[in-house]
């Protein structure tokens, strides 16, 4: 997988995953929405508008969206996966 890179006006280009980390969650969903990158693995294929029970939840690729749907769109059966994966 190939991740996007942002160059910044006066340094080497940083890797999207690095930067958003350091930003704050409303820089993080505003960069999200420019690039136009799915938000769980920020490739930029295949995306599609991903909807919860309040509406518009994100962009995500079609990969990710298979994965949430998946686990039921629920927290507890993803850390109960997460934790099965750290085994
Ligand atoms: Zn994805």
Redesign the pocket.
């Known amino acids: 997988m190939s991740e996007p890179l942002i160059v910044p006006p006066t340094s080497e280009p940083v890797p999207v995953r690095k930067l958003i980390a350091e930003l704050s969650d409303e820089e993080a969903t505003t960069l999200r929405l420019l690039m136009q990158?799915?938000?769980?693995?920020?490739?930029d294929k295949d995306?599609i508008i991903d909807y919860g029970l309040d509406g518009v939840r994100g962009v995500?690729?079609?990969?990710?969206?298979s994965?949430v749907v998946a686990f039921k769109d629920s927290v507890e059966n993803l850390r109960k996966a997460i934790k099965y994966l750290n085994r």
């Not at 990158?37 to 490739?43: A, G, L, Q």
């Not at 995500?60 to 969206?65: D, E, G, S």
Request: charged letters at 15%; glycine letters at 6%; aromatic letters at 14%.
């Open positions: 990158v799915c938000w769980v693995c920020f490739e995306l995500l690729c079609t990969n990710c969206k994965g």
